[in-house]
């Protein structure tokens, strides 16, 4: 059964203290990871799609990267604005739809 | 500015009603989608459409429905059917076809009373 699975489902961090968030998922023809951000009572918004193995990208203090079985979300000396929901989600080869995990809840601390 | 416009934002709804959840969009996007999001759960599609007219059930699709009679509109009826609607609402869409990024609305929250 394809699914995808985020940890830890909570975070808490001090400002500063950098950390990753996983994505691990066992889903058939891959076409693409997809990471969102998702703050209280919002809607989600698009931060990285990830296509292949050993793709990396990067966004302010985040970076996403990609391996056969696992994405990570890098914060990087985090600031209280990064404090929200990350999401992840995969898009079949034959699918029109996206599959999202539960999200990992991350709260900076100043 | 081009978006999705979802109302209304909060919906309150005493049991065995009805209730219609606007999602408009001026993207100009092909695909359509309605996802479900509980505390503790991820995004579940409810229903998505790829083109007018047409449409396809999600994996949490009884006691809801759709219709998709214009390219800019998709609402989403929670029926008396639905056994516990009481959740957060996304109405997202998308240009083409395949796993291509999705451009969420704001939400709307249903609570039955």
């Known amino acids: 059964e394809d699914q995808v699975t985020q940890s830890p489902e909570a975070l808490r961090l001090q400002e500063g203290e950098s950390s990753s968030l996983n994505c691990s998922y066992t889903?058939?023809?891959?076409?693409?990871l997809f990471w969102y951000r998702q703050d209280p009572g919002k809607g989600p918004e698009f931060l990285f799609t990830?296509?292949?193995a050993g793709e990396e990208k990067e966004k302010e203090r985040l970076k996403a990267t990609l391996t056969k079985k696992e994405s990570f979300l890098h914060i990087t000396a985090p600031k209280p604005e990064d404090s929200a929901t990350y999401l992840c989600?995969?898009?079949?080869?034959?699918?029109?739809?996206?599959?999202f995990g539960a999200g990992t809840t991350v709260t900076v601390r100043a | 500015d081009g978006g999705i416009t979802q109302s209304p934002k909060y919906l309150f709804r005493k049991e065995g009603q009805n209730v219609t959840l606007s999602c408009e969009q001026n993207l100009n996007h092909d695909a359509m989608y309605w996802y479900r999001q509980d505390p503790g759960q991820g995004l579940r599609l409810i229903y998505y459409?790829?083109?007018?007219?047409?449409?396809q059930k999600g994996d949490i699709a009884e006691g809801y429905s759709v219709s998709r009679e214009k390219k800019e509109s998709f609402p989403l009826t929670v029926t008396s059917a639905q056994k516990n609607p009481t959740a957060f609402y996304l109405c997202a869409s998308t240009s083409g076809s395949g796993a291509n990024v999705l451009t969420f609305g704001a939400g709307s929250r249903l609570t039955v009373l």
């Open positions: 889903v058939s023809g891959l076409r693409g």
């Open positions: 459409s790829q083109i007018v007219n047409d449409f």
């Open positions: 990830l296509y292949s």
């Open positions: 989600a995969w898009g079949g080869s034959n699918d029109y739809k996206l599959s």
